[in-house]
């Protein structure tokens, strides 16, 4: 009888440490979303494809030809 107690006091003891588990990996995702996301919006813009190209123009990487040509690609 002594035994059964135990038992389901071992299992229990197991869904508490998995509840704490679940409750901090939320509580992690919720910063991570509320901090994560605003840090994303304030990075500064990269170049788009349509400037790198007129930069590799500009220094004679390719000819007038290739630039028009990806240009078109890129429209």
Known sequence: ??????????????????????????VVMLVKW????SS???LPRGKSALEILQERYARGEIGKEEFEQKKRDLE
């Open 40 to 42: 994303r919006i304030d």
């Open 34 to 37: 509320l901090f994560g996301g």
């Open 1 to 26: 009888m002594g035994s059964g107690i135990g038992w389901g006091m071992g299992f229990g003891g197991f869904f508490m440490i998995l509840f704490w588990v679940v409750i901090v990996a939320a």
